[in-house]
């Protein structure tokens, strides 16, 4: 199995609203990211994961809460969101010795009202 | 920082043409350049990469080149076929603890005509 698999595929959701995205991949990585992808830009890193512990966040607002249970599960918990949040969350995976290989799921396209 | 800058924004080509997109790159420690293909809908898909320890690096119809000295690398697509028709993205990496600190170029938008 080498894909990383993102639900919901689509997300609207109010500015009061919470909400979580969840990501899954059985490759065995130890390494779980998260990006943000705008239209027509290139994805930005929002945090990284190793051995399940949070190893970088890159000043992400706290609306924005990760959380990884368990090496194969990675989530996004999200709360009082911004329209200008609105984007296409991407997960990705990798190894640890070949953390800048990156494998990327489809996304969740979320859009905040 | 690095900075990594992708030319054109915008190709389009007529199938079986080649098509070959170029990208700069400011860090002279970036050591990892790879290719992803993001299709309508879908997440970035790796395509292929090459290391700087590599001048070039070819995988059926695509390959990549590397210049370090002027910093420069460039995606080449032989043969294009409708489904080529995707943003392409070029990115670098120090690698190593790099951590998915990939610096993308901005994209581009491919088109490839019957």
């Known amino acids: 199995d080498t894909e990383v698999t993102q639900t919901p595929k689509h997300l609207v959701m109010g500015m009061t609203n919470k909400k979580s995205l969840k990501c899954e991949q059985h490759?065995?990585?130890?390494?779980m990211y998260w990006y943000k992808q705008k239209a027509k830009k290139p994805p930005e890193l929002m945090f990284v994961y190793s051995y399940e512990k949070l190893s970088i966040n890159e000043s992400v607002p706290s609306r924005f809460s990760p959380e990884c249970p368990n090496s194969s599960l990675l989530n996004l918990h999200l709360h009082a969101l911004q329209p200008e949040d609105s984007a296409l969350y991407l997960c990705a995976s990798s190894t640890l010795t070949t953390n800048e290989k990156l494998f990327f799921g489809s996304g969740t396209q979320l859009s905040v009202l | 920082g690095e900075n990594v800058e992708q030319h054109p924004s915008t190709l389009s080509v007529q199938e079986g043409d080649s098509a070959v997109i170029k990208c700069t790159y400011s860090?002279?420690?970036?050591?990892?350049f790879p290719w992803y293909k993001q299709e309508l809908g879908k997440g970035p898909q790796l395509i292929i990469d090459i290391r700087s320890n590599v001048g070039e690096k070819k995988d059926q119809r695509i390959a990549v080149t590397l210049n370090k000295t002027a910093k420069h690398f460039s995606l080449h697509i032989t043969e294009t076929q409708p489904e080529d028709s995707a943003v392409y993205f070029c990115a670098g990496s120090r690698g190593g603890t790099s951590y998915g600190k990939l610096t993308f170029g901005q994209g581009t938008i491919l088109t490839v005509h019957p």
């Open positions: 490759m065995g990585h130890r390494a």
């Open positions: 860090d002279s420690a970036s050591n990892y």
